[in-house]
T-cell receptor, first 109, second 117 residues
Framework: GIQVEQSPPDLILQEGANSTLRCNFS?????LQWFHQNPWGQLINLFY???GTKQNGRLSATTVATERYSLLYISSSQTTDSGVYFC???????????FGSGTRLLVRP | EPEVTQTPSHQVTQMGQEVILRCVPI?????FYWYRQILGQKVEFLVS????????KSEIFDDQFSVERPDGSNFTLKIRSTKLEDSAMYFC???????????????FGSGTQLSVL
């Protein structure tokens, strides 16, 4: 089956720093989403981004489908950005999202 | 903003007991899902449901599991005889894709933490 790999697995930032999270996937996909799981366990949908670039405030994401990767940029990080960031993909003819193992982010004040 | 709601937030049960986890998807959504996350691990797909039937299920979703949409608003996951390894956070999700086979943007509930003792 398709493999979804995220890097880095863990990341510690000082408040105000910028970061880039990466998601590589091993096969063609028709759907890619980024989620933030906050310390209370809630999964918040950040982006639906099967291709191209989107921005939402301090966050932006880029997916290059032909090269099978996606990047999530966090600028001017805040302590509330802490949590786990998951990339999830879906293949054609399937209903399921396949999640990566996540990047655990800790932003220190 | 509309949201997916799940009840209860925590459920403790004895091994072998039946549990029902409840979800109210976003009202105009057409596709419903259950996912689970064992502590510290990745989120795993269990089942998708569309037009009152299962559209896809994973190998985890064996005969002990069932889903139902008993009315126009609720979506339930039943585990018939719980095992210790069923302990996990169970997430309900919904979407309203334009194409027949596409999640597009998926919205998750806050989850039910199931503990099997």
């Amino acid at each position: 089956g398709i493999q979804v790999e995220q890097s880095p697995p863990d990341l510690i930032l000082q408040e105000g720093a910028n970061s880039t999270l990466r998601c590589n996937f091993s096969d063609s996909v028709n759907n890619l989403q980024w989620f933030h799981q906050n310390p209370w366990g809630q999964l918040i949908n950040l982006f639906y981004i099967p291709s191209g670039t989107k921005q939402n405030g301090r966050l932006s994401a880029t997916t290059v489908a032909t090269e099978r990767y996606s990047l999530l940029y966090i600028s001017s990080s805040q302590t509330t950005d802490s949590g786990v960031y998951f990339c999830a993909v879906q293949m054609d003819s399937s209903y399921k999202l396949i999640f990566g193992s996540g990047t655990r982010l800790l932003v220190r004040p | 903003e509309p949201e997916v709601t799940q009840t209860p937030s925590h459920q403790v049960t004895q091994m072998g007991q039946e549990v029902i986890l409840r979800c109210v998807p976003i009202s105009n959504h057409l596709y419903f899902y259950w996912y689970r996350q064992i502590l510290g691990q990745k989120v795993e797909f269990l089942v998708s449901f569309y037009n009152n039937e299962i559209s896809e299920k994973s190998e985890i979703f064996d005969d002990q599991f069932s889903v139902e949409r008993p009315d126009g608003s609720n979506f339930t996951l039943k585990i018939r005889s719980t095992k210790l390894e069923d302990s996990a956070m169970y997430f309900c999700a919904s979407s309203n894709p334009l194409r027949q086979v596409s999640n597009e943007k998926l919205f998750f509930g806050s989850g039910t933490q199931l503990s099997v003792l």
